[in-house]
């Protein structure tokens, strides 16, 4: 298998048009560039996931089921896919 592009981090997708598209009833950011939505891991149904749609990485955070990291993690989460696969997979890049 390939190696990832050494600037892998810098094309990763917007957090906030990515979050967007993969998030039920994502609000506004807040101030400071966080939002509230639905969490897709656990059976949600308040706005218990924020996620910082204006930070690089795109870090979220759920308050209910305490499931956090970046914009990676909660791809692999989302997909079931391993760390290489979902950058790829975000990144549009086939293997």
Same mark, same amino acid.
């Given at each position: 298998?390939?190696?990832?592009?050494?600037?892998?981090?810098?094309?990763?997708?917007?957090p906030a048009g990515y979050y967007a598209q993969h998030v039920v009833?994502?609000?506004?950011?807040?101030? *400071?560039?966080?939002?509230?939505?639905?969490?897709? &891991?656990?059976?949600?149904?308040?706005?218990?996931?924020?996620?910082?749609? *204006?930070?690089?990485?795109?870090? &979220?955070?759920?308050?209910?089921?305490?499931?956090?990291?970046?914009?990676? *993690? &909660?791809?692999?989460?989302?997909?079931?896919?391993? &760390?290489?696969?979902?950058?790829?997979?975000?990144?549009?890049?086939?293997?």
């Amino acid at each position: 298998m390939s190696r990832l592009p050494d600037n892998w981090r810098d094309r990763l997708p917007d957090p906030a048009g990515y979050y967007a598209q993969h998030v039920v009833k994502l609000g506004r950011p807040n101030g *400071t560039g966080w939002a509230q939505g639905v969490c897709p &891991f656990h059976d949600d149904h308040n706005a218990s996931l924020s996620v910082h749609v *204006t930070g690089e990485r795109g870090h &979220f955070r759920c308050f209910a089921c305490g499931e956090k990291g970046d914009m990676v *993690t &909660f791809h692999r989460k989302r997909s079931g896919l391993d &760390f290489a696969q979902a950058v790829r997979d975000l990144l549009g890049v086939r293997a």
